[in-house]
């Protein structure tokens, strides 16, 4: 199991990003959460299986239609098992 902390720059609010990173993140079954920023980027949490995360990390840098990601940070963590779910919050 791994834990990544995700920053996604570019035009990613006003298009649904969190909702569709939600979906995404139910379907893989990888818990954490999602988050605007006020300078325009997205924040995620990501814990789960290697490979289900990989997947989370490689569907940022696409996002949903209407999205142009400029950027993707991602730093691993220590995997910490803190979550039930996969929220977005406000």
Known sequence: M????VFVSGLVQGVFFRMHTKRMADTLN????????????VEAVFEGREKDVEKM????????SGAIVREVNVTFQEYRGEFKDFR???
């Open 2 to 5: 791994v834990r990544a902390h």
């Open 30 to 41: 990888v818990k954490g959460w999602v988050r605007n920023l006020r300078d325009g980027r």
């Open 57 to 64: 990390i490689e569907w940022c840098k696409k996002g949903p």
């Open 88 to 90: 977005i919050i406000y």
